[in-house]
Every structure is written in structure tokens, then in C-alpha cells.
């Protein structure tokens, strides 16, 4: 993937100063592979508790998915704990558990995912690809929320005729394409073609981020496609047995399900 070039904007210090140097938007090395969990980087800028690299395996949220967690090694040897990532006009930002020098801006540090946090996160936004096509293919149901967590996750559909029955045929229909191992493969397509695709979109009102006029699409092959800039196990048998363990009423017409996975 080429590298995503975008407005700059400065660098700031510790002390609130401003330098001359541009920072171009992050390499996201996590659309080149979803299992890329770390990574060498060089720092780009530092402000306060955070800093900024040229490139990163952190995912900084969106889509549902909330940012990564882990930790940086510095070129001292020195370990400083990753708590969130988050994104600032194309560049990604590590909040970290200590303050930062400006001296760490050109230095080479290593990047390191919380590897079983990722990986249970990535089992979910898989699954809710899965369920998320299933509910609307067969039943109407537009997404109107969702949450994705370690443990569970839950996710809200605009769906009319809910019953126990159609739970029960979620869950069998569901961890059919589990079972089946249908592999998953991301690439990106011209806004103007997802514009004139209706099949690609799962929310009434949300919109997928557009870099450089083009939409980043993830592909369960043989099953669906949907636009999604997250981060996903590369096989559907990856991902474990699934199950809706309790629902919600939010509105009318609007099911909160609370998901699952063994």
C-alpha cells in the first residue's frame, strides 16, 4: 500500500513549542496486514504524553473497534506503556503512561501490540461482519450502533419481526460461515465506486473514511463485502463459536444484541 499523503501540520514539544517540521498522515501498517502486531518506527513528533510516528501497527479506533493498547521500547532500552491511539487529521497519536522529551522526535523505537486484546478484538469485528451481512441479507436489519469489546460485544439493528426464533437462526446461520473457513482479504476501491454501490454499505447514517478519494473494503471471500477500515482475523474458522446471550429493546423497531464468542 502506498504510503497516504496529506495536509502537514507542526510538530509540538512538551512545552507547547511549535517547530517547522510537517507531519504527513501515518503509515497504517495494520491495512497492510491485520496481523502485523509490531514494528520499528521513527518518531515524528511529541506532545506532552504522546508521540507520533512515521509509521504504526496501532489501530486508533473507529468503526465500533476501540484503539489499541501496549507498549513502546525506546532506544535506551526503556519501556513505556501504550494506553490508547487516536487520530488527528491523518496522524495517529500513542498516549502513553509518562511525559516525553522533544529529544525523542527522530529516534527509532519499537511498537508492540497488547497481542491477546488485538487479537480478541479482531475475533469480534469478524464475527459482526458475519452477522451484520446475515441480518441484513435475510432480514432487513440496518446497523444502527455498535460496540466491540474483549469479552463481548453488542451491536444495534433497525429490524422489524424480532423473535426468539430469528435469534435462534442468527446463531445457526452465523457460525455456519464460521465453520465454512472463508478466507478475508482487504483492498481499497474509488469513492466513486462505492458511491454507485449500495451492497457495500451496513449503516443508515454512518460513513466510511475516504483517503485520497478511495474506500477501504474487507472482503469475506465467497460470502460478503462491506466498506470497514478495521482489523480482522484472515479466516472465519478463527473465530470461535458464537452466540446472542441477551437483547435489548431500543425503540420501536431498534434490537440491542449482546454478543458472544467460545
Known sequence: MNRLIGPPFAIQSTQGMS???PLHPTRRLYWQDDHCFDADAVVVGVRDTAFACDQTCFYPGGGG???DEGMV???SGESIDITSATLDRGVIWHATSASLPPSLVGQTVHLRLDLARRLALMRYHTVLHVLNTIALRDYGGWITGVQI???YS????KIDGFSSALVTELEAKVNAVLEANYPLIAYTISEAEFRARDDLRRTLD???PVIDGRVRVVAIQGFDAQACGGTHMHWTSEVGHFSIYRI???GKINKRLYVRLE
Open 154 to 157: 453488542r451491536i444495534d439493528f
Open 206 to 208: 454512518a460513513e466510511p
Open 149 to 151: 469489546g474483549t469479552n
Open 19 to 21: 517547530y517547522d517540521t
Open 65 to 67: 473497534q476501540p484503539p
Open 248 to 250: 435489548e429493546n431500543k
Open 73 to 75: 521500547t525506546l532506544c
